[in-house]
């Protein structure tokens, strides 16, 4: 069927496909605490501030994050308003560019079957497909530091003996690796330095040391870079460089904000959370000898890039799921490689690869379908959590029912159906089945599944804050950390700690006893009532969910 396209009618496809897949339900869940309401915020005080130069929080310079990706949001929220829809549709367009990507990499290298294979398998996997449905930084970094290596593929892939090296595909990766700092950072540069050195390093018997490519690159991504952090420095100093430099070296060094994981979990987690591409990619590491030299060389490419993630990230004392999103590309690349392989080139499939995709497949399938039936009958267990907190968030009333074990049902059904093609030589009607299953059902997960968990996280809090929008009041949240606070409240900079007046902790303290001149309202965790309730002469307000709502009244003169 796609023989007789035009590339120009596949692209159109794609286009409308990931329309589809990434852009429904955006706006109908609250942001998440803390990246997706943290990016969001800083992109409502870039609006309310005018000042587009300079990353803020709480009207604060927010030294964590370079400002790319809190442009776009701001692009987008000059467009459709200040809300989650706005704060999400950024990384639905990123995710349609990626699936565009991908399939112009696998079309020119190998096919058009295994491109629009490669487009299917990232769409259809459960990590890789939700994450371009949220409001976080990392779909913009992972494309930006995959187009680099693109580029440096391309290097390799287009030089001469006579030049020794390819100008423009070099240049080109240093935009994309510069554009990636911009985004989070210098890991940017590192995670693209450390796949080259790699390849380097794998193919040094016949491929010179790059000393002259990789200084023109390093000249590139600092000249890209430099845009901002430059214009930073001029303005301000090195006020932010230092404390931007601090930050990430304790992200490096220690277990930030109670990330710290084991030296397993980024394996693990992309393991479990690629189904299916990560039970299919492993026959994809086999070397074949049908491969030509440019499809051994994008296979090794993806290889390194594998391995430079999850090692990096293994390293890095601070774990996060989406820190290891990068690794999404390869995973779905050597799963695709596989099914090509099988399905358009006729090479038998592997029995651990069904196995594998079984044991993934259904455990997914019970977990989706159990927690709808446990959540009914949480009276008979809830009990038995100890923490107060959590068993607050518990008794939120989300209703669910038995219609939202349905996708956890429908993904066993599919997994088993193509299990059995598979066993039965049916390796095309097995792909079908499987990936036509886990992109629906991955689908349908956001609609069921997002909005009850939101409601059981956090909305209580975020109907709180959202009712104090646009009154003349203070709100502070005790005892923990959200910036749910200030998008909610649409906060204005008069409601902050006055600049070079103030701290963060001279204000809390004046908050709560010193002499305020409009209400104050504050929140804390329900396990914390008793250190904060004096403070604010016993004014609670409200109770729910796990959180206490206070206010506290200025003095009657």
């Not at 030509?292 to 390194?304: G, T």
């Not at 008794?395 to 039965?424: N, S």
């Amino acid at each position: 069927m796609t023989g007789r396209l035009s590339e120009r009618s596949i692209c159109l496809l794609i286009v409308l496909a990931g329309i589809a897949l990434f852009m429904p339900f955006l706006g109908a869940v609250h942001l998440f605490d803390w990246d997706e309401i943290n990016f969001a915020e800083a992109a409502r005080e870039m609006i309310v501030t005018g000042d587009y130069t300079r990353v803020q929080i709480d009207y604060a310079p927010f030294w964590e994050k370079p400002p790319l990706f809190i442009w776009a949001q701001v692009a987008s929220m000059k467009v459709f308003g200040v809300n989650e829809f706005a704060a999400r549709f950024p990384n639905a367009v990123v995710g349609i560019i990626t699936l565009l990507v991908v399939y112009g990499i696998g079309r020119r290298v190998y096919d058009r079957r295994l491109g629009l294979l490669w487009a299917l398998v990232y769409a259809g996997s459960l990590l890789p497909g939700f994450y371009f449905r949220s409001g976080i930084i990392d779909p913009l970094f992972n494309l930006t530091i995959f187009l680099a290596i693109h580029q440096l593929f391309k290097h390799y892939e287009t030089a001469s003996e006579e030049s020794r090296w390819n100008w423009k595909p070099v240049l080109l990766a240093g935009v994309f690796a510069g554009l990636a700092v911009l985004t989070k950072g210098p890991v940017g540069y590192l995670l693209v330095a450390v796949s080259w050195g790699a390849y380097w390093l794998a193919r040094r018997s016949v491929v010179r040391f790059p000393l002259v490519p990789a200084l023109a690159f390093t000249a590139v991504v600092a000249a890209v870079a430099g845009l901002w952090f430059g214009l930073e420095l001029a303005l301000h100093g090195t006020w932010f460089i230092s404390r931007f430099t601090a930050y990430q070296i304790r992200l490096l060094t220690t277990g930030d904000a109670g990330h710290g994981q084991p030296v397993y979990y980024h394996p693990v987690i992309l393991f479990l959370g690629c189904f299916p591409a990560s039970a299919i990619m492993f026959a994809g590491l086999k070397r074949r000898s049908s491969d030509s030299a440019r499809e051994r060389d994008l296979k090794l490419w993806m290889v390194i890039l594998l391995c430079v993630v999850v090692v990096v990230f293994s390293a890095v004392k601070t774990k996060i799921v989406h820190y290891s999103s990068l690794a999404y590309f390869p995973i779905t690349f050597l799963a695709a490689y596989v099914l090509y392989k099988t399905a358009a080139l006729g090479e038998p499939w592997k029995r651990h690869a069904t196995g594998l995709v079984a044991l993934l497949g259904v455990l997914w399938g019970v977990v989706l379908a159990a927690l709808p039936l446990l959540m009914m009958h949480k009276e008979r267990w809830i009990a038995l959590v100890k923490d107060p907190f959590a068993r607050g968030n518990l008794e939120a009333p989300a209703v669910w029912t038995y219609w939202d074990a349905l996708p956890g049902v429908l993904l066993i059904a599919g997994v088993i159906a193509a299990v059995v093609r598979f066993k039965q030589a049916e390796p095309r009607k097995a792909i079908a089945w499987l990936l036509a299953t886990t992109t629906v059902v991955f689908l349908a997960i956001l609609p069921v599944f997002a909005p009850r968990i939101e409601m059981i996280t956090q909305r209580a809090a975020v109907e709180f804050y959202r009712g104090l929008s646009g009154q003349q009041c203070y709100l502070k949240t005790l005892g923990f950390k959200s910036y749910a606070a200030y998008f909610y409240m649409d906060k204005r900079p008069d409601q902050s700690a006055p600049a070079g007046v103030m701290s963060s902790e001279e204000f809390e303290s004046w908050l709560l006893e010193g002499d305020i001149d409009r209400p104050a309202y504050f929140v804390c965790k329900i396990q914390d009532v008793a250190k904060y309730a004096q403070h604010v002469k016993k004014k609670e307000i409200a109770r729910r969910n796990g959180f206490v709502f206070f206010r506290r009244d200025p003095a009657t003169k």
